[in-house]
């Protein structure tokens, strides 16, 4: 996974692109288990586009988009933000997910 700036993520945002952005900060547990969740489904899927962003140096992004706790996977589709997923469960879980999201 790659790590966004800001200024990165408005870029995506704007070009009306589709991938999947981790909201994430570096001392969460839980943030750490679903960041392992989501290079295997990277590996499994490498066409799909999924980056990090971390929310302690650009807080502002969980305002603007209403990020209510971490780990967060945000699915955007043409630049648009379509879904929010809190609870990764599990791998098989997350896969089955990106594949409804992208089909």
Known sequence: MIEWTKEEFNDFLKSQSTGLAYFYTPLCGTCAMASKMLEVTEAVMPELKIA????????????K????????????????????IYAFRSVPYLLTKVREFFA
């Open 52 to 63: 990090k962003i971390d929310l302690n140096y650009i807080p502002e992004l969980a305002l």
């Open 65 to 84: 988009f209403k990020v209510m706790s971490v780990p967060c996977l945000v699915f955007i589709k043409e630049g648009e933000v379509k879904e929010m």
